[in-house]
């Protein structure tokens, strides 16, 4: 008896967009999945992750990762389970960290590098993609490495996009380095949670204030100055930073989200003159030039979660063919936490 060829649905880039993405820019494409050949595994994902990096990789740009090909299926982090394996290492069974979201299943072989095997017995598995994944090492490295934070030095932390994923996470590091943490979100509901659950020091909802006013709200809510910035945001956020920034003062340039959607070349802080004086110091990081932190982030995340001093949310969508209003509603602002696709159970 023939068996049923196995049938997997995958978001495709139908062509790049211009400004903010819509549902256009993508498509739900059916494909047969091929038989196993020597070493070859296949995964069924079970979760999946939109970031808003990848708005960066719709774009034909050289940048430190290549662009998503049109008529291609998009790619990132996920998490599945090993249905078939023709490779000793890899047993049916096992679940593993790929970079092959946006789809239902795909093949890999002992070659694949970006493979790896999680215990699912530690942590719930989509965990792998938020708090113990990319996001948490993303504000742990932004805070103890670019901006040299560390234990007890009381200093003041702004951060904004502070009830995403990163921007939760970097909120509740500085807060238990024993910083005085204000965040900006942009709904009610995102404030009272930062206030009430995350516990940080003062929240703002930046909607309300006015991107014109963030300056002077700064200068309210760190009457003594900013020590660290740690931006998601960018534009006017980063604006409002700079004016308030104490001398020698940090800002960890994590991302721009305000500015992903442009369609002209944005025009810069017009206040960067100020970085002289107050000799400031403004660094860009990526995430995956620094693995080497990984163990040492690791020992701290499992200690913190066992003392219960992490608030982890996540909002989530469930099936494929909602990835790409997952993705959307990042730039709506939509999740509280890490945005994730329940792909398969
Ligand atoms: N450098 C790295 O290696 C690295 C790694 C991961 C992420 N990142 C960056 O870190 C930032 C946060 O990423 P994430 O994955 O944690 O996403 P996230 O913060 O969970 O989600 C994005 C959030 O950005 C806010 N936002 C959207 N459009 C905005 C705008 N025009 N102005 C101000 N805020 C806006 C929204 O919250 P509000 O409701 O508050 O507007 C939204 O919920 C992004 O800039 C991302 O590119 C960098």
Sequence with gaps: MVEERLVSREIHLRQRPFGIPTEHNFQLVKINIPDLKVGEFLVRNLW???????????REIRSYISPFEIGKPLEGGCIGQIIKSNNDQFKVGDYVLGNLGWREYWLSDSTESDVT????????????????????????VGLLKIAQLVDNSNSTVFVSAAAGAVGSMACQIAKIKGCRVIGSAGSHEKVKWLLDQVGIDHAFNYKEVGENNLSAELGKSCPDGIDIYFDNVGGKHLEGAIDNMKTFGRIVLCGMI???NLTSTPIGPSNIFIAVPNRLKLQGFIVRDHYDMLNEFYAEIYKWISERKIKWRETVFEGIENAPKAFLSLFKGENIGKMLVKVGL
Excluded: F
């Design 258 to 260: 305000s500015q992903y």
């Design 117 to 140: 095997k999680i215990d699912s017995n530690m942590a719930p598995l989509q965990w792998y993609l938020g708090i113990l994944g990319l996001t948490g090492l993303t504000a742990y």
């Design 48 to 58: 999946m992750s939109v970031d808003p990096y990848m708005r960066g990789r719709m």
